[in-house]
């Protein structure tokens, strides 16, 4: 069974639109992450969250905005998106902030 | 800032073949260190790790890694490649009380018969 689950697996959006992409992990670990992957860019860090306190942001726009509603969620809010948006985001989770991430299969956003 | 290079974008090799990747970090810490395993239109899986000891360590799948404190690298090495290797590979880097990882641009192996 699928220890991090995300959904959709895949997305398409239009621009200037909102989508959430959710993230659910049952490693019963305390801190959660997204990355993304883009055609023109490594593996990224996005967000990190401990006991669902947002710890470090490394996203310059503000239409991206994690929410955690439980300890074992960290949805990722995107909005007024952008043909530059596209991407495939990753969700990770490790047990503390200090520990080895383990990520989720992604979510592959199209904007057109 | 830190920074992690995987000098190889792509490689091809026959099976059965040994096999090094290479990764370099850029930092004036040693850090640690992971390899992670991309197969087609699936997530990230950890193959191996280094924090400290012994600078070879065993992954899975019969991967292992050598950190190079004075080459600041963490090349990875595969004895004998299997055709479901074929995969991408990222190299990547974190540190104590900074937890985000910090990847490489990655490595595409191709295994050919």
């Known amino acids: 069974d699928p220890k991090i689950i995300q959904k959709p697996k895949y997305l398409v959006a239009v621009t200037g639109s909102e989508k959430i992409l959710i993230c659910e992990q049952y490693?019963?670990?305390?801190?959660m992450y997204w990355y993304r992957q883009s055609a023109k860019k490594p593996l990224e860090f996005m967000f990190s969250?401990?006991?669902?306190?947002?710890?470090d942001n490394q996203t310059a726009s503000s239409r991206f905005q994690p929410q955690s509603s439980k300890k074992n969620h960290l949805d990722l809010q995107i909005t007024a998106l952008k043909p530059d948006d596209s991407a495939t985001y990753f969700c990770?989770?490790?047990?503390?902030?200090?520990?080895?991430?383990?990520f989720g299969p992604g979510t592959r956003l199209l904007v057109l | 800032a830190q920074s992690v290079t995987q000098p190889d974008a792509r490689v091809t090799v026959s099976e059965g073949a040994s096999l090094q990747l290479r990764c370099k970090y850029s930092?004036?810490?040693?850090?640690?260190l992971f390899w992670y395993v991309q197969y087609p239109r699936q997530g990230l899986q950890l193959l191996l790790k280094y924090y400290s000891g012994d600078p070879v360590v065993q992954g899975v799948n019969g991967f292992e890694a050598e950190f190079s404190k004075s080459n600041s690298s963490f090349h990875l090495r595969k004895a004998s490649v299997h055709w479901s290797d074929s995969a991408v590979y990222f190299c990547?880097?974190?540190?104590?009380?900074?937890?985000?990882?910090?990847f490489g641009a990655g490595t595409r192996l191709k295994v050919i018969a």
């Open positions: 990547a880097v974190s540190y104590t009380g900074n937890y985000k990882y910090v």
């Open positions: 969250y401990s006991y669902q306190k947002l710890m």
């Open positions: 990770a989770s490790s047990q503390t902030n200090q520990d080895t991430q383990y």
């Open positions: 930092s004036s810490v040693t850090p640690y």
């Open positions: 490693l019963g670990h305390n801190a």
